[in-house]
């Protein structure tokens, strides 16, 4: 018996121009690692949409590619996403909070292809982890004041 194939878009986001190009390799390691992580989970990727130069604190729904993506799920059968990581969803704490709470809400599942299971469980310790780590993420992202 084979297994399902289920329908994924992937969802690629780098803030810098510096780090967009043909000659960058940040597009290419997130389609890398999106691409593996969906053919080991049993996904078919068929849509890819990319913000580049986009910062992870821009919210989900004023970034260009992410809302054409948001359109296209509705007419394409799929109902999940995926990135390679959770930051590159978002590095703000409260843009990915409520980024994942509008895609719960419209029945999208989100997958980190680095952490599969961090969007997708909603037990108190799994939303306090998401919550620790999106923090986290935020606090190395963020520039320091000077002292």
């Given at each position: 018996m084979s297994k399902e194939v289920r329908k994924a878009v992937a969802y690629l986001r780098t803030s810098s121009k510096a780090?967009?190009?043909p000659d960058k390799?940040?597009?290419k390691r997130q389609r890398a690692a999106i691409g593996a992580y969906a053919r080991a989970a049993g996904y078919e990727v068929v849509e890819t949409f990319y913000d580049a130069a986009v910062s992870g604190a821009d919210p989900v729904g004023e970034r260009p590619g992410f809302a054409?993506?948001?359109e296209s799920l509705l007419a394409n059968g799929a109902r999940t996403i995926i990135v390679e990581?959770?930051?590159?969803?978002?590095?703000?704490l409260m843009v990915q909070l409520a980024g994942h709470d509008m895609l719960k809400a419209k029945g999208v599942t989100l997958v980190a292809a680095s952490a599969p299971t961090h969007f997708t469980e909603d037990t108190p310790t799994a939303i306090l982890v998401r919550q620790v780590l999106g923090a986290i993420a935020e606090f190395e992202w963020r520039p320091l004041s000077p002292s």
């Open positions: 780090n967009v190009g390799d940040s597009d054409e993506m948001l990581s959770p930051d590159r969803f978002a590095r703000d």
